[in-house]
């Protein structure tokens, strides 16, 4: 029989991965198109990347439930339901696909195949976001993302570059520490 069991040290890590998703979302500057420049995708990556593709999701997941009912842990210290349904929601439900993705490619050998995969988990974030955004503002697809993602495509690749070396500086402390993640 499988021991599927979830080792204490692992949740605890998960748990203060989301507290940092939570604290590096706060850090924002606000621009004409009503979503702010934050340091959520950084975090998103560096969870994903340090928990792998399962714990990272559930992280998120957490960080997603706790804005969701009222913990202010979204950009400037938002929450509830308006704001995951608002124009910015979009992208709040795309950090699930780049965690998901991030954490994949975390665990590739090929660094092809590594920023093939942190890419598709950056597309996966974007495009939830664009289309929301388009959606609530009633703009096109073409302006909407002109507007809502263009401006933050270079800074939000620049942060899953960062997000990835310094998972791997956490990974190798948290080995050095006993911890081991899968």
């Known amino acids: 029989m499988k021991n599927n069991h979830i080792p204490v040290k692992i949740l605890i890590l998960t748990g203060m991965m989301t507290a940092v998703t939570a604290v590096l979302s706060q850090i924002q500057f606000p621009l004409p198109s009503g979503i702010p420049v ?11 990347y340090v928990l792998g593709w399962k714990m990272g999701a559930a992280s998120v997941g957490i960080y997603i439930l706790l804005g969701s009912i009222g913990v202010p842990v ?3 210290f938002n929450s509830g339901v308006a704001v995951i349904g608002g124009m910015t929601g979009g992208y709040i439900w795309g950090f699930l696909i780049m965690a998901l993705f991030c954490g994949l490619a975390y665990t590739q050998k090929n660094p092809i195949l590594l920023a093939a995969l942190s890419l598709t988990g950056l597309a996966g974030c974007h495009i939830p976001g664009v289309m929301q955004f388009a959606l609530l503002t009633n703009r096109s697809m073409t302006e909407a993302f002109l507007l809502a993602s263009a401006p933050y495509l270079a800074k939000d690749i620049v942060s899953i570059a960062a997000a990835y070396f310094a998972a791997r500086a956490v990974r190798t402390s948290l080995r050095a520490a006993g911890y081991s993640i899968s």
């Open 74 to 76: 979204f950009a400037g």
């Open 38 to 48: 934050t340091l959520q995708t950084f975090a998103v990556a560096l969870t994903a």
